[in-house]
């Protein structure tokens, strides 16, 4: 069982920075693969970011790209998604996730932080 726990949510203004941090517990952090997800209402959840469990390779969202940047410190069991240049539409409940095997569903969720950028 992994538990994941979200923090650094708030409401900021357009072109300001938010850093997310995803602390887990419970199992090996450094096997799982780890991924960030977004949902704003009315929509269905996005994968924005994942990284591997080493940390040697991540994917972004088209919608991220050059924007956010998703990372982890392996020996905290903390992964990060550092937002920069945030834009309304990046308002949404984000959600940190976990999953064992690469090719596998996501299996462990955080409870989401909010984020809302205003115009």
């Known amino acids: 069982q992994v538990q994941l726990v979200e923090s650094g949510g708030g409401l900021v203004e357009a072109g300001d920075s938010l850093r997310l941090s995803c602390e887990a517990s419970g199992r090996p952090f450094s096997s799982s693969v780890m991924g960030w997800f977004r949902q704003a209402p009315g929509e269905e959840r996005q994968n924005v970011a994942r990284i591997t469990g080493s940390g040697d390779s991540s994917w972004h969202a088209d919608s991220v790209k050059g924007r956010f940047t998703i990372s982890r410190d392996n020996a905290k069991n903390t992964v990060y998604l550092q937002m920069n240049s945030l834009k309304p539409e990046d308002t949404a409940v984000y959600y940190c996730?976990?999953?064992?095997?690469?090719?596998?569903?996501?299996?462990?969720w955080g409870q989401g932080t909010q984020v809302t950028v205003s115009s």
């Open positions: 996730a976990a999953k064992t095997w690469s090719l596998g569903p996501w299996d462990y």
